[in-house]
């Protein structure tokens, strides 16, 4: 059982946007800007595409953004594309020298 | 830039100790920027954090693994290690390695390509 909970799947067809929710607590995504996001492609690592909350990484295409609000993180992606088909994994600090993960997210391109 | 790569046992058994090394290239654990990180991926489910070491040497670790987890570092091999007793079918999982930026921040910017550790007899 993991700490956040994401949907197990989402989909949404090419050039659609598809938002994908990230819930935890008061303890954890409630109370610290520190959220991030992973990308992970089939028997690949994961890549950071979002950190603290809404910042991309250099090279992360601007078709990725994050927000917050209460103690739901979410990621959105914009204008999907077929290369975008992955897993993809929230992660927030908790406190305490402690980070946690949420179990996952399936994305489908249509 | 940085490059991550595991090193370990495939097969271990149950009761026993996980042990795993990461080798950086392209920098160095000595940095006072970073923290060098373990995480795992048991098959078709999700990450979990394990722990972190500093150049220091000082640890944190994950509250539901700590009595079994020690993470350490070695500077003049520019490697750290993950040691993992008492081990069970559930410690079945992809170990990752990672950099985690640190003054403050928790998000991971490099990991190694994963090693899948099975635990069985």
């Known amino acids: 059982q993991s700490a956040l909970t994401q949907p197990p799947s989402a989909s949404g067809s090419p050039g659609q946007s598809v938002t994908i929710s990230c819930t935890g607590t008061s303890s954890d995504v409630g109370t610290y800007d520190f959220v991030s996001w992973y990308q992970q492609h089939p028997g690949k690592a994961p890549k950071l595409i979002i950190h603290d909350v809404t910042k991309r990484p250099s090279g992360v295409p601007d078709r990725f953004s994050g927000s917050k609000s209460g103690n739901t993180a979410s990621l959105t992606v914009s204008g999907l594309q077929a290369e975008d088909e992955a897993d993809y994994h929230c992660?927030?600090?908790?406190?305490?020298?402690?980070?946690?993960f949420g179990g996952g997210t399936k994305l489908t391109v249509l | 830039q940085a490059q991550l790569q595991e090193s370990g046992p495939g097969l271990v058994r149950p009761s026993e100790t996980l042990s795993l090394t990461c080798s950086l290239s392209?920098?160095?654990?000595?940095?006072?920027?970073?923290?060098w990180s373990w995480i795992r991926q048991p098959p078709g489910k999700g990450l979990e954090w394990i722990g972190d070491i500093f150049y220091s040497g000082t640890t944190y670790y994950s509250p539901s693994l700590k009595s079994r987890v020690s993470i350490s570092i070695d500077t003049p091999k520019n490697q750290f290690s993950l040691k993992l007793s008492a081990v069970t079918a559930a410690d079945t999982a992809v170990y990752f390695c990672?950099?985690?930026?640190?003054?403050?921040?928790?998000?991971?910017?490099?990991w190694g390509q994963g090693t899948l550790v099975t635990v069985s007899s």
């Open positions: 992660s927030s600090y908790a406190g305490s020298s402690n980070i946690v």
């Open positions: 392209g920098g160095s654990v000595s940095s006072r920027s970073y923290f």
């Open positions: 990672a950099r985690r930026v640190g003054g403050g921040w928790y998000y991971f910017d490099y």
